[in-house]
């Protein structure tokens, strides 16, 4: 909720104990809120101005008691339906965070985020640190580059503890806490600055309200990524600066300007802070990756996705992986000692991938190859799936991943026919396992399944048979034996990988590649053409 506070002091009527002496009465009227200072008898009214739905449900009218003393808790006279400290968390939010001044800068001024706050503060002798700090621990104000216990200049040589305001409501619970001159409390001011807060709290602070831009990105190497959108492009100098400062071990802040490009899946970038190369080295499922994140594709938040398919492999299976790009499929399958063959279109991935298989060990059991993926389907994976199926003595599972979100379904129509001119196959095959990935506008099943289908021809034969009469059903259904329905009962799981957009979700169907489709019984994508995409309700 947001709401406006007109004075500065309201704070330290809610937290500290010195303004409760001069209170004698205080009476809520409506929205208005009436104090008298006793001392000098002033009046001094504060306005809370709600912008959004009142959520406070303060009745009207409500008054407090005349205040027994100094040492009386202020909770016992609040008559609010909503307790304290939820009260004090809805009108302090902005205590400890930048001033709203800086909203709107483009260019990164560190002096303007200098702000003085009123705290409590525990003075003390150095030789009572350790029991006084014992008592006061849970109320340490904590911030960036801000040591809560520090030296006062003497003589005599005296030392203070800085406490949270929005954790300390009654500083005489504290007082009480301590011994005879053990420790006092007093309110003092301190100077906060840019040093202080993280970068998400100055990104919140500078951009537009209500945004998260430049609070999201990928740390690869010592490269920080960010995908900027429109409306925060004027910031983006100053996001890059911030987040190259507060950020550790980073030197390079870029920012991509373009959309991935579907053939070798890489993007323009723009350097928004620092300089260094674009070659790093990352970790990922215990195996070592370098890779020049300029030229090639790598996503750090798809490493669950790499190992949830790795350990769906075991010793003695085979992987052909046919958009891998640097290897975070293939490697840790192949640390696994199974048979991989892992392909990419893209030289600087194929330079990478042996690279990354020589490092990790893996070259015995990954082979590589730099070719387009309907041309790696009709050569190596025929090839091989041939010779394990022919093998008496092959009994591993079989397994193909396809990752190019953006067109893998389109390379589904190469396995349709892939074997119908080879002669004597086994009765008894190990049929293969498909991992392919897509985007979608949902997260709906049939959304993926019915694009998976449209690449073998099946939602064009389902719809010919809703369309048909009843007196050549019969007939359609001969000529259409695989129909999506036979699609369905050979998915084996759909899998929401992750959400890219609000309307964009990077979907995985795996799904067991049929002998009617290896065999060119279905038609295809091409011969006839698909109608219009249509999804089945599920």
């Known amino acids: 909720m947001h709401r406006c506070v007109r004075a500065s002091w309201f704070l330290e009527l809610m937290l500290g104990s010195q303004l409760r002496t001069h209170l004698k009465t205080c009476c809520i009227s409506g929205w208005r809120i009436t104090v008298n200072k006793h001392p000098v008898k002033s009046k001094l009214t504060l306005d809370l101005i709600f912008y959004q739905k009142n959520q406070f449900n303060i009745q009207p009218q409500v008054c407090f008691s005349n205040f027994a003393g100094s040492t009386t808790s202020l909770r016992k006279y609040l008559k609010y339906s909503v307790s304290l400290n939820r009260l004090r968390t809805q009108m302090d939010v902005q205590l400890l965070l930048p001033p709203p001044s800086v909203r709107g800068m483009t260019e990164l001024n560190r002096e303007a985020f200098q702000k003085a706050i009123t705290v409590p503060v525990v003075i003390l002798d150095p030789e009572h640190t350790r029991h006084v700090l014992k008592k006061v621990k849970r109320y340490l104000l904590k911030l960036n580059n801000l040591k809560p216990v520090q030296n006062i200049e003497g003589p005599p040589e005296m030392k203070r503890i800085l406490l949270n305001p929005l954790l300390v409501t009654d500083t005489n619970e504290i007082v009480n806490s301590f011994t005879a001159g053990e420790a006092r409390v007093e309110m003092q001011e301190i100077v906060l600055n840019y040093d202080n807060w993280k970068a998400e709290d100055i990104l919140r602070a500078v951009l537009p309200e209500n945004q998260e831009a430049g609070q999201s990105y990928s740390i690869i190497g010592h490269i920080l990524h960010l995908n900027l959108r429109d409306y925060v492009l004027p910031y983006k100098n100053l996001i890059g600066q911030v987040l190259l400062e507060k950020i550790q071990n980073i030197s390079l802040v870029v920012n991509k300007t373009n959309n991935i ?44 996705e790499h190992e949830r398919i790795a350990k769906r492999l075991n010793f003695g299976d085979v992987l052909y992986d046919i958009m891998s790009g640097i290897g975070p499929f293939a490697i840790p399958v192949g640390r696994k000692k199974c048979s991989v063959f892992a392909n990419d279109l893209n030289p600087h991935s194929y330079k ?187």
């Open 352 to 538: 990478y991938l042996e690279k990354n298989c020589a490092s990790n060990k893996v070259t015995d059991r990954v082979k590589c190859f730099n070719l387009d993926g309907n041309e790696f389907i009709k050569t190596v994976v025929k090839e091989d799936l041939l010779k394990r199926w022919r093998d008496p003595q092959f009994c591993g599972a079989i397994h193909i991943t396809m990752n190019l979100p953006a067109l893998a379904v389109e390379f589904l129509p190469s396995f349709i026919g892939l074997l119908k001119d080879v002669e004597d196959l086994p009765s008894e095959v190990n049929l293969p396992l498909v991992h392919v990935y897509m985007f979608t506008p949902d997260t709906e099943d049939s959304t993926a399944i019915a694009k998976v289908a449209e690449q073998f021809g099946l939602l064009a034969d389902l719809d010919q048979k809703k369309t048909a009469s009843e007196d050549n059903k019969e007939e359609l259904e001969k000529g259409f034996g695989n129909t999506i329905d036979s699609l369905r009962q050979n998915v084996k799981e759909v899998f929401h990988v992750r959400q890219v957009a609000p309307n964009k979700a990077m979907m995985r169907v795996s799904f067991r590649l049929s002998k009617e489709i290896l065999l060119g019984s279905v038609e295809g994508k091409n011969e006839p053409p698909c109608k219009k995409l249509k999804v089945e309700e599920s």
């Open 261 to 304: 490009d579907s053939t070798y899946r890489n993007f323009q970038m723009e350097v928004l802070a620092g300089s260094g190369e674009t070659e790093v080295t990352v970790k990922e499922n215990g195996c070592t990756f370098t890779l020049d994140f300029a030229k090639v594709y790598w996503n750090p938040r798809l490493s669950t």
